[in-house]
C-alpha cells in the first residue's frame, strides 16, 4: 500500500541521511511525499538534486558485455543478502525485497510454451531484441549454483563491494522464502536505472520517456549525482528517464520507434511516448488497471504530439494494430490450456494493455477532423486551373489507375514507412498497408476481393477467433465510419446472451454450441456487436485494413439485410454470432427471432424458439434475415 511504500522509502532516506559524512546531500527544496519525491519550491535546470555516496551504491565495474554486467550486479546484491544483519545494505534491501514481493512471476521459470507466447504478445521485433519482456536473472542464479560461466573473480571491484572472492556453493539448501527473495532482487535489478549500479531512492523513481526531470552523472569518486535536466515547478514529483534513454529522449531512436511501444508491453502508471509507423505520435497518459477488474484494462487519455491528419493514418493504425496481432493469436490461443494461470495472466494482460491503448488512439483519431485523401486531391486539382477541366476526356482525370503508394500520401514519413516494411506482413510490394488489388476501386466486388485476397476454393482457415480479434475488428469498423456513425461500441463481449461454445460443426465449419441448458423463449443473442455499413465504399475500406483471413471470414459472413425502416444496409456480426450456420433439416432450426418476423426485418435478437439442449448446436435460417442485395452496393 501507499502508506507501507512510503515507510519503506522513508527509512532509505534516513539510512542515507546518516551517510552525510559520506557525502549524501539532499536538495531543500525537496521532500519525500506518499513515497515520491517531490518539489516544494521550484528548482532550476541543473540544479544538483542529490548526491548518493559511493557507499550506498551497489555497483559492479567489468570489462563483460553488458548482459552479464547485470547477472553481476544481481549476484553482489545476493551476497549481501547472504550476509544477512551484517550487510551494509541492509535497510536498502529489505525496501527492494518487500517492494519487488507482490511482482515475483519471471518469465525465465515458465513454461517453454508460456514463454514463447509471451514472446509473441510482445510483438517484439526483431525477436533478438527481446530485453524488457524476457530478460530476467534466473541464468545468473543456475550460474551462480553451478559456478558456472560467470567468473566472479574477473570482476574488478572499483567500489570495494565486490571483492571477486568465489561465491560458496551453498552447500546448506535454501528455503522457497530465500528463494523468492532472491528472485525479488532480481526484479529490483531489472527495474534499475543503470546496468552496472544500484541507487537507492533514485532507481525507484517513477520514469518518462520523455518529459523526465531528473537524470544522474557518476562523478569521477563513484558519487551518484542527480540533477534537474530542466526546470522544475513546485509540486512536480521527479522523473527519471528510463535505461537507454539517458540523454534527450526526444532524440533518442529508442524513444521514437515502435520497438518502445513493443518493448514495453504493457501500460504502466504514467505517461509515456508512442509513436506509430503510421506517422501518429502521442502521449498516453495510462494506469494499468491489473487485476482490479473483470480483464485487465488500460485507461488513459491522449495527449497529441503529431496528431493523424488522413483517414488513411487512423486506417493504417488499425492494420498496425490487426495484422501484427493477428501473427501471434494463432498460436497464442490454442496454447491457453497448456499455459499456468498465472502465465497466461500475465500475457493476456500484455496483451490487453496494447489492445487497449491502441484501441483508444483509433478512436480518438477518429473523432479528429480528418480528411482523405480524395478530398485533399481534389482541393489541389481545384487550386490549380479551372482551364484542365475542359480537357478532361475521362472521369478519372489522366486515367492512369492510381499507384496504390499514392493511396496513404503525404501523411507517412520515409522513415515511418522503413519502420513499417520491418513490422513485417510485408507481401510483395514489402509495405504492409499497401491495398491490394481492387480492394479500394468502385467497380471492386466481393470476388475480386475475395481472389486478391486468395480466399478462392482451398480457403481453410476455420481457427476460432478470440475476443481480441473481435475486438480489432470492431476497431478497424468503427476507424472507417467514426465514431458517431458506428452501430457499436469498442468492447469486450460477445453478443451470445447464454453459455456456449465455439466447436466444429460437420460439413459446416465452425458453429456454437449450448453448454447449458436452454429453455425455450430464452434470449440467445443480441446484435451488440453488429457492424452496420450504409455504403460499399465504407465497407471496401473496413476489409482493406484487415488481414487476409480475417477478409475471408468476414465475407462469408456478413450479409444484406433492410432496416426496419426500409433501407438497404450491410451487416457484419463482429462476434461469435456470425458462426450461427443454417439448418439442413427444418427440425435443427432452434434460433428465431420471435418478436418481430424475420422477414423485411434486420436480425437483431434470436431467441430459443424451442428447449435447447447442452451440447446442441444453435442453427439459425439464413434466408430469413439475408437479402443477398450486394449487387445495390456495387459488391
Ligand atoms: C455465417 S457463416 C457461419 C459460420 C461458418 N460455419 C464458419 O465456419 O465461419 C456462414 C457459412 O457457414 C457455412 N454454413 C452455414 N450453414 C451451413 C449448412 N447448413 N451447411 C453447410 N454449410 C453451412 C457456409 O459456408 C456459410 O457460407
New binding site residues.
Given amino acids: 500500500s501507499k502508506s507501507n511504500l512510503h515507510d519503506r522509502r522513508k527509512q532509505v532516506l534516513e539510512w542515507l541521511s546518516e551517510q552525510q559524512q559520506e557525502g549524501f546531500y539532499f536538495n531543500g527544496k525537496l521532500s519525500l511525499q506518499d513515497g515520491r519525491i517531490i518539489a516544494n519550491r521550484n528548482v532550476e535546470a541543473d540544479e544538483v538534486l542529490m548526491e548518493i555516496p559511493r557507499s550506498a551504491v551497489l555497483s559492479v565495474e567489468s570489462d563483460y558485455e553488458e548482459g552479464n554486467t547485470l547477472c553481476m550486479l544481481y549476484n553482489a546484491l545476493v551476497r549481501e543478502l547472504d550476509l544477512k544483519g551484517s550487510s551494509n545494505y541492509v535497510v536498502y534491501l529489505q525496501q527492494l525485497k518487500e517492494e519487488q514481493a507482490s511482482d515475483i512471476n519471471l518469465p525465465s521459470l515458465w513454461s517453454n510454451t508460456g514463454q514463447r507466447l509471451l514472446e509473441l504478445v510482445s510483438m517484439t521485433y526483431p525477436m533478438n531484441k527481446i530485453t524488457s519482456v524476457l530478460e530476467d536473472y534466473s541464468h545468473c542464479i543456475d550460474g551462480l549454483q553451478k559456478e558456472e560461466k560467470i567468473k566472479t573473480d574477473e570482476v574488478r571491484d572499483e567500489f570495494g563491494i565486490y571483492n571477486g572472492e568465489q561465491h560458496d556453493n551453498r552447500a546448506v539448501e535454501e528455503t522457497p522464502e530465500e528463494k523468492t527473495q532472491k528472485l525479488n532482487l532480481a526484479l529490483a535489478v531489472k527495474h534499475h536505472i543503470d546496468r552496472k549500479l544500484m541507487v537507492p531512492l533514485y532507481d525507484q523513481l517513477e520514469h518518462h520517456h520523455l518529459n523526465f526531470n531528473a537524470k544522474h552523472q557518476i562523478l569521477k569518486d563513484k558519487t551518484v549525482r542527480i540533477v534537474a535536466v530542466r526546470n522544475i515547478a513546485a509540486g512536480e514529483a521527479l522523473f527519471r528517464p528510463s535505461m537507454g534513454c539517458l540523454e534527450d529522449c526526444r532524440d533518442f531512436a529508442i524513444a521514437n520507434f515502435i520497438e518502445t511501444f513493443k518493448n514495453y508491453g504493457e501500460v504502466q502508471n504514467y505517461p509515456h511516448l508512442w509513436t506509430f509507423g503510421a506517422g501518429i505520435s502521442l502521449i498516453y497518459h495510462g494506469t494499468y488497471e491489473g487485476e482490479k477488474r473483470s480483464r485487465p484494462a488500460a485507461v488513459g487519455n491522449i495527449e497529441w504530439i503529431e496528431p493523424p491528419k488522413y483517414e488513411s493514418q487512423i486506417a493504417l493504425m488499425a492494420k498496425e494494430h490487426s495484422a501484427q496481432r493477428i501473427e501471434y493469436i494463432e498460436e497464442v490461443i490454442p496454447s491457453r490450456e497448456s499455459v499456468d494461470e498465472r502465465e497466461w495472466l500475465q500475457i493476456n494482460k500484455y496483451c490487453h494493455g496494447l489492445m487497449d491503448v491502441l484501441n483508444d488512439i483509433v478512436v480518438e483519431g477518429s473523432k479528429l477532423d480528418l480528411i482523405s485523401e480524395e478530398e485533399e486531391e481534389y482541393d489541389s486539382e481545384d487550386e490549380d486551373s479551372e482551364a484542365e477541366e475542359d480537357e478532361e476526356g475521362d472521369s478519372d482525370g489522366d486515367g492512369e489507375e492510381r499507384d496504390t503508394a499514392d493511396y496513404l500520401g503525404a501523411g507517412i514519413s520515409s522513415e515511418a514507412r522503413e519502420i513499417a516494411s520491418r513490422l513485417g506482413n510485408s507481401k510483395e510490394d514489402g509495405y504492409p498497408w499497401m491495398v491490394k488489388g481492387c480492394d479500394l476501386s468502385e467497380d471492386c466486388t466481393l470476388d475480386d476481393i475475395e481472389d486478391s485476397r486468395e480466399c478462392g476454393e482451398e480457403y481453410e482457415f476455420?481457427a476460432y477467433r478470440n475476443e481480441t480479434e473481435w475486438v480489432l475488428m470492431r476497431s478497424a469498423y468503427i476507424a472507417v465510419v467514426g465514431p458517431q456513425k458506428a452501430t457499436l461500441k469498442l468492447t469486450y463481449g460477445s453478443g451470445i446472451k447464454v453459455p456456449f461454445r465455439v466447436g466444429h460443426?460437420p460439413?459446416?465449419?465452425?458453429?456454437v454450441f449450448a453448454t447449458a441448458d436452454i429453455p425455450k423463449g430464452t434470449l440467445v443473442w443480441q446484435a451488440d456487436f453488429t457492424a452496420t455499413f450504409t455504403q460499399g465504399e465504407q465497407f471496401r475500406k473496413f476489409l482493406s485494413v484487415l488481414p487476409d483471413d480475417m477478409v475471408c471470414?468476414l465475407i462469408?459472413?456478413c450479409y444484406t439485410a433492410v432496416r426496419t425502416g426500409g433501407e438497404n444496409v450491410i451487416d457484419c456480426d463482429l462476434d461469435e454470432g456470425?458462426?450461427?450456420?443454417?439448418?439442413?433439416e427444418l427440425s435443427e432450426y432452434n434460433l428465431g427471432n420471435q418478436k418481430v418476423s424475420f422477414a423485411n426485418s434486420d436480425l437483431d435478437s434470436a431467441f430459443a424458439m424451442r428447449d435447447i439442449q447442452a451440447g446442441e448446436e444453435f442453427i439459425t435460417a439464413y434466408d430469413e434475415f439475408d437479402t443477398e442485395k450486394y449487387n445495390s452496393f456495387g459488391l
Fill in positions: 476455420d460443426s460439413g459446416r465449419g465452425r458453429g471470414d462469408m459472413w456470425s458462426l450461427f450456420n443454417s439448418y439442413d
